[in-house]
């Protein structure tokens, strides 16, 4: 048991070490010499899915097409395009797949909509309960026979 | 009453979800469901504008152009000669071009010798063939991997995207009702 828990300490923190070697953009042949334009085309690869990973950013995948697709957003910032200018530009090609945040249709709603559901649902849930404990009527005090009848029973198991 | 109902509703949820995982996992086994596909999006809409140079030397440089006001739909096909899914599609490729269907080749981030080689060895289904060194028309029209296969109609309309290697059931139960349609 202990040697499986450290094994698996030990793979979590390789794990962690890795993907944070895995970054992909720390190649400074692949930054942006302005700062500031840099940091707004990180921001904006954020955004943006890497259609072979998946599970990924392309800021985060060593994938080939996502290499492409940092360059291109960097481009397009150095051009001087707004974010959304180059969002769309990749959008426009790629559809709401390669958004990481997918928009509002109806098509996503249930996605957006879960939390709000899942939340809802438990807080009736929760009502419910509490309105049927509430409901229990409180017991009727005793008559004078049950008291009386109680007293006689307690004496004879006090004996 | 009321409440025997809702003593039913998590089990109808159960067999709903269970229905729900059942049409997943059929989808996944016949491929009509994937869910890393990436769908398309220049369905409905023209080509993208390109010129790209020809992989023969000497050759005019394919362009939009070629896409345009045509006799027959044809197929767009990006390949490689690295990409091991392009030789499992090639027969498909070659029995359509047997039977004259224009196919299209783009060759993606390939070497121009490496291409050659591959056609020589396989046979070359491609009426024109251009090469995308650098894949950005690639990324113009929206390939997220090699092959990937686009049929656009005779007024250049994309009507149809496969990504991955056209199989025979691919090639039966899709290219062939399309071409038909479109001819």
Known sequence: M?????????????AS???????????????????AQEARAREIGRELRCLVCQNQSIEDSEADLARDLRRIVRERVAMGE????????????????????????????????????????????????????GAVPEAPPLSEAERARL????????? | ???????????????????????????????????????????????????????EEGAPPLTEAALRGLPAPVLVNFWASWCVPCIVEHPQLMRLAREGVTILGINYKDRPADARAFLQRHG???RQLAQDAPGRVAIDW??????????????????????????PE??????????RRHA
């Open chain 1, 82 to 133: 707004s974010d959304r200018q180059v969002m769309d530009y990749v959008h426009d090609r790629y559809g709401d797949f390669v958004l990481l945040r997918p928009p509002v249709t109806w098509a996503t709603a249930l996605l957006w909509g879960m939390p709000v559901l899942a939340v809802g649902g438990g807080a009736l849930a929760i009502l419910l309960v509490r309105r049927r404990r």
């Open chain 1, 17 to 35: 070490g890795l993907s944070g070697a895995a970054r992909a953009v720390g190649l400074p042949s692949e930054m942006l010499r302005d700062p």
């Open chain 1, 2 to 14: 202990r040697r499986t828990l450290s094994a698996l300490a030990l793979a979590l923190v390789l």
């Open chain 1, 151 to 159: 007293a006689a029973l307690e004496d004879e198991a006090g004996r």
């Open chain 2, 1 to 55: 009453m009321n409440r025997r109902l809702l003593m039913l509703a998590p089990l109808g949820l159960v067999a709903a979800g269970g229905a729900g995982f059942y049409a997943m996992l059929r989808g996944l086994g016949d491929g009509s469901y994937d869910p890393r596909g990436v769908p398309s999006a220049l369905l409905g809409r023209a080509t993208p504008a390109f010129s790209l140079p020809a992989l």
């Open chain 2, 170 to 179: 691919v090639l039966e139960q899709d290219i062939r009702p399309l071409l």
């Open chain 2, 142 to 167: 929206g390939v997220y991997g090699v092959p990937e296969s686009y049929l656009i109609d005779r007024q250049g309309i994309v009507r149809w995207r496969w990504p991955g290697p056209v199989t």
């Open chain 2, 124 to 126: 070359n289904p491609f």
